[in-house]
């Protein structure tokens, strides 16, 4: 009875050995877990990107670990794109063509580690703000499982643009007048959305009285405007002559990377007002030329609205005239008249006609600001006048002359007077007689 206990219970043993040792073998086998930690625009999760409609061919970073205590063994993932997302792939003969889905390899991912997946993907332009979840699809085979599994996992995508705004405005010079040139005109440019605002440019809707002072001064490129970054920029601009002093409104415009274009402020630009000056008289009418020394005298009158300090005239007549042409006015009130006095010297070579010349004025005011203002003039020119020493000497030599003649005659009368009558022959006289 005992052997046969005996043969009984050993095998018994033996398989319950058995079994346990399979079960722990069992059991040693881990599961491996994967997990999306992280979803970042670019390559850098330090320092991440955003990204914005109309962003062509960006980088989507998708962070996987396996959290489980297995290797995770082929891992492929398969992006599922929605719009906003987009992705195209080129052809034999290079059409491109859109795709549904976007696939990659991370090959073994073992416990504990991970792996970052990155996808070139495009954003239609009509793209919100807002975060889109898109589904990530994970393919692998573990230890204990031999067959594939898949698990599909949720991602969220940000989408975030930029908000930019004006700030901080200042003019060079600070105050600007009518018929300024090469006024800068300065502000910032601040980000205040959740996105990078990307290729960045401004400029300015310009109307009249303002004008671009060359080519491109209106405009500025800026690049990259990152969230609550401010950004200078700088334009250049005319201001017209006949500009009405007042506030005159100047639109900031800006268009991005995504070619979305946006009102960015208003600019509210002072024009502030000048002295203006009219010419009241000017003498004499006219010149000759190869005069010299000649006093001409041109009256000036402020007919504007604020006084003019150190007011200087100056008379640009070009070649032909020369001497004294400028004169220091001093200050000149509203509605007062001063008369600047000029010493002339005209060049005989001057054909006789109307010059139009030029009456530079310059001025201070509003406590040092430098002033200027050119009014339009006309000199004119007539022949020259004869030779005052010629016609003095024609005068004294013909004055000379007829004092000769007279004297020659007057000599010649008493000359005869002094001269005694000849007798009359008496033979001849008989001879006449018989005759």
């Known amino acids: 009875m005992k052997r046969i206990s005996l043969s009984l219970f050993l095998p018994v043993l033996l398989v319950s ?20 930690t992280s979803v970042y625009w670019g390559t850098n999760p330090a320092v991440p990107l955003t990204a914005q ?25 398969t992006l599922k794109l929605n719009p906003p997302f987009r992705s195209e792939y080129s052809s034999e003969n290079g059409v491109k063509r859109p795709v549904q889905s976007i696939s990659a390899s ?6 504990g580690r991970s ?39 949720i991602v969220n995508v940000p989408i975030w643009t930029g908000e930019l705004h004006i700030q901080s405005m200042a003019t060079t010079p600070p105050k600007v007048y009518p018929d300024n040139k090469q006024v800068s005109l300065r502000f910032f440019i601040i980000n205040t959305g959740r996105g990078t605002a990307k290729n960045v440019s401004v400029w300015l809707e310009l109307h009249d009285p303002f004008t671009r002072s060359s080519t491109g001064s209106d405009q500025a490129f800026v690049g990259i405007v990152l969230p609550n970054q ?33 009102t960015v402020g208003i600019i509210d630009f002072l024009v502030s007002e000048k002295a203006r000056f009219a ?23 402020n007919v504007g609205n604020v006084k003019a300090e150190s007011v200087r005239i100056q008379l640009m007549a070009g070649n032909y005239f020369s001497g004294t042409l400028s004169d220091l006015l001093g200050t000149m009130n509203p509605s007062d008249s001063r008369t600047a006095f000029f010493t002339v010297d005209v060049d005989q070579k001057a054909v006789p006609q109307r010059y139009a010349v030029d009456l530079r004025i310059d001025w201070t005011q509003d406590e040092g600001y430098n002033l200027n203002d050119t009014l339009p003039l006309n000199i004119t020119v007539k022949e020259p006048s004869p030779p005052f020493l010629l016609i003095a000497a024609a005068i004294i030599a013909a004055v000379l002359l007829l004092g000769y003649v007279r004297r020659r005659r007057w000599l010649e009368k008493k000359k005869r007077e002094m001269v005694p009558s000849k007798p009359k022959d008496r033979g001849s006289e008989k001879s006449t007689e018989g005759q």
């Open 17 to 36: 050995t058995l079994l346990i040792t399979f079960g722990s073998q069992t059991q040693g086998l881990g599961v491996p877990e994967l997990s999306v």
């Open 53 to 77: 409609p109309g962003d062509e061919s960006a980088i989507l970073s998708i962070v996987i670990a396996n959290t489980g205590d297995d290797i995770a063994r082929g891992v492929q993932g």
């Open 106 to 111: 991370a090959g073994d991912i073992a416990a």
């Open 115 to 153: 792996f970052t997946f990155q996808f070139i993907v495009s954003i239609y332009s009509n793209a919100t703000d807002g975060v889109y979840p898109l589904t990530l699809e994970l393919t692998y085979r573990s230890a204990r499982e031999l067959c594939e599994t898949t698990k599909t996992l």
């Open 230 to 262: 401010p950004t200078p920029v700088q334009f250049l601009l005319d201001i017209a002559e006949d500009a009405d002093p007042g506030n005159y409104p100047i639109e900031v415009k800006a268009v991005t990377g995504g070619m979305k274009e946006m």
């Open 279 to 301: 010419v009241v008289n000017i003498t004499p009418e006219f010149v000759r030329a190869g005069d010299s020394g000649i006093t001409m005298r041109i009256t000036v009158r």
